[in-house]
């Protein structure tokens, strides 16, 4: 679900990223509630698996929120910044330690 509107008295994405912003785990704990199941898919289709996809996804919202404490990070859309971080994790991972030259291209999955 990628919530940029107000339903029911819920924040948006925006607020709830303005918050986390602000020191809000809570408003955090919102998000990662939001886009944890799409995030968790996403880099399971990219690794060709679940090997390794929680600790993925759960280091990828790690990354975002140490972002957004320092003032960076996504202002607008969460979700997209989300997989772009993500998509540039697995990239890293794939290229190993020793691959000369820096990052593999993974493409993204179109949906």
Not at 37 to 53: I, K, N, P, V
Not at 78 to 104: C, E, K, N, W
């Amino acid at each position: 679900m990628h919530t940029c509107h107000s339903h029911n008295g819920k924040q948006t994405d925006i607020e709830l990223i303005a918050a986390a912003r602000q020191d809000s785990f809570t408003a955090f704990g919102v998000l990662y509630d939001r886009h944890y199941q799409s995030a968790l898919e996403f880099a399971t289709e990219l690794l060709g698996g679940t090997r390794g996809a929680r600790e993925l996804t759960a280091e990828a919202f790690g990354r975002v929120l140490a972002r957004l404490l320092c003032g960076g990070g996504p202002t607008r859309n969460f979700h997209a910044y989300l997989r772009v971080t993500i998509h540039s994790m697995a990239a890293d991972r794939a290229a190993g330690p020793a691959a000369p030259g820096g990052r593999q291209v993974i493409p993204m999955p179109r949906k």
